[in-house]
């Protein structure tokens, strides 16, 4: 494997990302929260970072821990690092080093630039430049206005960039990294998913033996597919729960339920709709919503584990991101980011935690999802928030809401699936207004309740840009929730972005 050190830079898991899309297995560690150097170890990649080196708390690496020890590949605030800590010169730059450059001088020879034709473009973004380096060092490959823009330390497997390969904008630095990793620390990108279904169901084998372990379904992608690995591991020794809170989509219960069984998932379906409905009664304030909807998850769930005799594990869908631990910017010292899946342990339930993908990215789960043979229909689903329409309707929930709601989504759904947008979209759903309006229905005057349809463009859902969708299609979606739903009499499209807006209402 290789080891990325990250120094806080907004770019590390994208490092990672492309590493493992060379099928090289990688993790990311805070620089002052180093791992275990174990034989598996291949090679070492330093991040960027957001300080200067010429800070005074800028984060502070013993480099020589690795330097001749490991191929190591120091990246943008690395790089100056290196040259700083070497004896060279580390300078503001007098010239904008900000977005696209060509490399104008390569080293073609060089092991580190193969395939790199010169005028390749590259991805520049710092504010310092590198003014001198030591005598030991070498320049491989420079741009019109960034002398030093790759170094190798001489006579060792250490080298410095000052471009970001991985980012896209660097044309070939998949290549770089391609070199870097394969030839130079000797990789051989045997990480693919099959290879890790193959060890991670061997290995849960070996940790849970003939132990029971009980696992949340969601419907959602993640839990999906930890159960079926799991399930694949140890067979009907996994006791699936998936709980109805009434909040779901229309007939989602049950259609999630049939592929969970057709999948062959010791599952058990638990219609708790009353009890959830009957909690949030009256309740309008978002936050309450979603602290009574987990509460009331937590005693259903709990309840029904209780009924698995003898369990000691609990299987989650816990994902890389989140428990990586991220180096903050305000400050070089480490904190753990806090998610609502990590350590959603209630204290009473007392047991061993399981999570066979908390190294993966979510694009890595449907990818191994879909090796193991994880329907589309479940791998290719929208998210959706756990708290589900509740915090699509705004305002108080109650029954005859949500089926409203429930109808008009099924059809604005339905209506992306037929028109090719679904999976154009990253998000959609249907909001329930907590106002009325005045209509008219032939010649009857009509005072009923007004649906908001929401699609946006995303990657990670931390930003958003509101989907462009073609007026004929809103106004099919229109025309058929009007003329199908009982209750609605007008429909609006959100042209909002995240931010100032957020994904949700609410
Ligand atoms: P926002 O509304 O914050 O949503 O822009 C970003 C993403 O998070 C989802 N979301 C939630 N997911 N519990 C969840 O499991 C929640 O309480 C929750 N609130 C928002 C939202 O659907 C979107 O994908």
Same mark, same amino acid.
């Given at each position: 494997?290789?080891?990325?050190?990250?120094?806080?830079?907004?770019?590390?898991?994208?490092?990672?990302?492309?590493?493992?899309?060379?099928?090289? !297995?990688?993790?990311?560690?805070?620089?002052?929260?180093?791992?275990?150097?174990?034989?598996?170890?291949?090679?070492?990649?330093?991040?960027?970072?957001?300080?200067?080196?010429?800070?005074?708390?800028?984060?502070?690496?013993?480099?020589?821990?690795?330097?001749?020890?490991?191929?190591?590949?120091?990246?943008?605030?690395?790089?100056?690092?290196?040259?700083?800590?070497?004896?060279?010169?580390?300078?503001?730059?007098?010239?904008?080093? !900000?977005?696209?450059?060509?490399?104008?001088?390569?080293?073609?020879?060089?092991?580190?630039?193969?395939?790199?034709?010169?005028?390749?473009?590259?991805?520049?973004?710092?504010?310092?430049?590198?003014?001198?380096?030591?005598?030991?060092?070498?320049?491989?490959?420079?741009?019109?206005?960034?002398?030093?823009?790759?170094?190798?330390?001489?006579?060792?497997?250490?080298?410095?960039?000052?471009?970001?390969?991985?980012?896209?904008?660097?044309?070939?630095?998949?290549?770089?990294?391609?070199?870097?990793?394969?030839?130079?620390?000797?990789?051989?990108?045997?990480?693919?998913?099959?290879?890790?279904?193959?060890?991670?169901?061997?290995?849960?084998?070996?940790?849970?033996?003939?132990?029971?372990?009980?696992?949340?379904?969601?419907?959602?992608?993640?839990?999906?597919?930890?159960?079926?690995?799991?399930?694949?591991?140890?067979?009907?020794?996994?006791?699936?729960?998936?709980?109805?809170?009434?909040?779901?989509?229309?007939?989602?219960?049950?259609?999630?339920?049939?592929? !969970?069984?057709?999948?062959?998932?010791?599952?058990?379906?638990?219609?708790?709709?009353?009890?959830?409905?009957?909690?949030?009664?009256?309740?309008?304030?978002?936050?309450?919503?979603?602290?009574?909807?987990?509460?009331?998850?937590?005693?259903?769930?709990?309840?029904?584990?209780?009924?698995?005799?003898?369990?000691?594990?609990?299987?989650?869908?816990?994902? !890389?991101?989140?428990?990586?631990?991220?180096?903050?910017?305000?400050?070089?010292?480490?904190?753990?980011?806090?998610?609502?899946?990590?350590?959603?342990?209630?204290?009473?339930?007392?047991?061993?935690?399981?999570?066979?993908?908390?190294?993966?990215?979510?694009?890595?789960?449907?990818?191994?999802?879909?090796?193991?043979?994880?329907?589309?229909?479940?791998?290719?689903?929208?998210?959706?928030?756990?708290?589900?329409?509740?915090?699509?309707?705004?305002?108080?929930?109650?029954?005859?809401?949500?089926?409203?709601?429930?109808?008009?989504?099924?059809?604005?759904?339905?209506?992306?699936?037929?028109?090719?947008?679904?999976?154009?979209?990253?998000?959609?759903?249907?909001?329930?207004?907590?106002?009325?309006?005045?209509?008219?229905?032939?010649?009857?005057?009509?005072?009923?309740?007004?649906?908001?349809?929401?699609?946006?463009?995303?990657?990670?859902?931390?930003?958003?840009?509101?989907?462009?969708?073609?007026?004929?299609?809103?106004?099919?979606?229109?025309?058929?929730?009007?003329?199908?739903?009982?209750?609605?009499?007008?429909?609006?499209?959100?042209?909002?972005?995240?931010?100032?807006?957020?994904?949700?209402?609410?």
């Amino acid at each position: 494997k290789i080891i990325i050190l990250d120094f806080g830079s907004q770019y590390t898991q994208l490092i990672a990302r492309r590493v493992r899309e060379l099928n090289v !297995y990688c993790e990311i560690h805070p620089f002052n929260n180093l791992p275990e150097f174990d034989n598996t170890v291949k090679g070492v990649i330093f991040s960027g970072s957001p300080f200067s080196v010429r800070q005074e708390n800028a984060p502070q690496i013993d480099f020589k821990l690795f330097h001749n020890k490991y191929p190591l590949l120091a990246v943008c605030y690395g790089a100056q690092y290196l040259a700083q800590h070497s004896g060279g010169e580390v300078i503001p730059s007098t010239i904008r080093e !900000y977005g696209r450059a060509n490399l104008q001088y390569i080293n073609e020879t060089h092991p580190l630039l193969k395939n790199i034709p010169r005028d390749s473009q590259v991805w520049m973004s710092h504010g310092d430049t590198i003014a001198d380096i030591p005598a030991e060092f070498e320049v491989i490959a420079s741009t019109d206005t960034v002398r030093v823009a790759a170094f190798q330390v001489n006579g060792s497997k250490t080298y410095g960039i000052q471009f970001h390969p991985e980012v896209t904008h660097s044309t070939d630095g998949k290549q770089l990294l391609e070199n870097f990793l394969v030839d130079i620390c000797g990789c051989s990108q045997d990480w693919t998913p099959d290879s890790f279904i193959e060890t991670t169901i061997s290995s849960l084998k070996e940790k849970i033996g003939n132990d029971k372990v009980v696992l949340g379904l969601s419907g959602g992608v993640d839990s999906s597919v930890a159960a079926v690995l799991l399930h694949n591991a140890i067979g009907k020794n996994l006791h699936c729960i998936f709980v109805d809170n009434g909040l779901l989509r229309k007939d989602e219960y049950t259609q999630v339920l049939d592929s !969970y069984q057709h999948m062959g998932l010791n599952v058990r379906g638990i219609d708790a709709k009353d009890r959830f409905l009957s909690q949030l009664a009256g309740v309008k304030d978002p936050e309450q919503k979603r602290k009574i909807i987990g509460r009331v998850f937590i005693e259903v769930f709990d309840d029904a584990a209780h009924e698995v005799q003898d369990v000691s594990w609990l299987g989650q869908g816990t994902i !890389y991101p989140d428990v990586i631990e991220s180096v903050s910017v305000n400050g070089p010292s480490a904190t753990i980011k806090s998610h609502h899946n990590v350590g959603g342990l209630p204290d009473f339930m007392k047991l061993k935690v399981v999570e066979p993908l908390n190294t993966l990215f979510k694009d890595e789960v449907r990818k191994v999802g879909k090796a193991l043979g994880i329907d589309d229909v479940i791998l290719g689903r929208h998210p959706f928030p756990g708290p589900g329409l509740a915090i699509r309707i705004l305002g108080d929930i109650t029954a005859e809401k949500v089926a409203i709601l429930q109808e008009a989504d099924a059809i604005y759904i339905h209506n992306l699936k037929a028109s090719g947008w679904y999976d154009k979209v990253w998000q959609a759903g249907a909001i329930f207004l907590p106002v009325q309006s005045v209509g008219v229905m032939g010649d009857e005057r009509t005072y009923e309740n007004v649906i908001c349809l929401r699609a946006v463009g995303s990657v990670d859902g931390m930003t958003a840009d509101w989907s462009h969708l073609p007026y004929e299609l809103l106004a099919k979606i229109s025309n058929d929730i009007i003329n199908n739903v009982k209750g609605i009499n007008r429909v609006v499209y959100d042209i909002s972005s995240k931010p100032p807006a957020t994904i949700e209402w609410e």
